[in-house]
């Protein structure tokens, strides 16, 4: 089972900011929060991530609650080039084993309206 | 530069049948994994390669389904005497490192069509 849950579907209008939720209650302390996105009939593309604090880049921002139980992506503003398939995953960085069989949920299917 | 490549980017075959999916890395990317994404579930974990360490094969759901990786770079996954439920997006992924926070770097994937 995923051990993220996240809405199903979301949807947006261009050029606002989308809040994608995710939720990961029983994260442990040596879980990484990772975001992937998957555009049509494309592979899952690296978005962000992060342990503790929030992170930005090019792409997006994330923000991670003070207990690590759940955290945001942020698409300061949205084109309609960000329409895809978000996941939230978990990456145990104290475990290789674990780390490489990422277990990916359904993630949230995000439309932005032009 | 070139991201990592798979072919076919479609196949349909007959049940029973035997078929091979080919990936290239990214040139210089030590490790490689395979995913499986059936039609409403998430992506499944097969098999990772690292370098010239023994694979690990545990998310490989059957022996029908074996892969090999030559010279640490192409890997091919093939799945003998083919059945419907093996019919979904192979996905493989490679990394540069092997830091356990390296992003993946996806294909886009062979969608495999068992009739």
């Known amino acids: 089972d995923a051990k993220t849950t996240q809405p199903n579907s979301m949807e947006s209008n261009e050029e606002e900011p989308v809040h994608l939720p995710c939720n990961h209650s029983?994260?442990?302390?040596?879980?990484?929060i990772h975001w992937y996105r998957q555009l049509p009939s494309q592979g899952p593309e690296y978005v962000i991530h992060g342990l503790t604090s929030n992170v930005n880049n090019r792409m997006a921002s994330l923000a991670i609650a003070e207990d690590r139980k759940s955290s945001t992506l942020i698409l300061h503003r949205a084109t309609l080039r960000d329409a895809a398939v978000y996941y939230c995953i978990l990456r145990d960085a104290g475990n290789a084993g674990n780390n490489r069989k990422l277990i990916w949920g359904l993630g949230t299917s995000l439309a932005v309206n032009p | 530069g070139a991201g990592v490549s798979q072919s076919p980017s479609n196949k349909v075959t007959e049940k029973g049948k035997d078929v091979e999916l080919r990936c290239d890395p990214i040139?210089?990317?030590?490790?490689l994994y395979w995913y499986r994404q059936s039609l409403g579930q998430g992506l499944e974990f097969l098999i990772y390669?690292?370098?010239?360490?023994?694979?690990?094969k545990s998310g490989l759901p059957s022996d029908r389904f074996s892969a090999e990786r030559t010279g640490g770079s192409v890997s091919t996954l093939t799945i003998q005497r083919t059945q419907q439920e093996d019919s979904a997006v192979y996905l493989c992924a490679s990394t540069e490192q092997t830091g356990l926070n390296s992003p993946l770097h996806f294909g886009n994937g062979t969608r495999l069509t068992v009739t």
């Open positions: 029983t994260i442990s302390g040596t879980d990484y």
């Open positions: 390669f690292q370098g010239n360490s023994a694979p690990d």
């Open positions: 040139s210089g990317h030590t490790a």
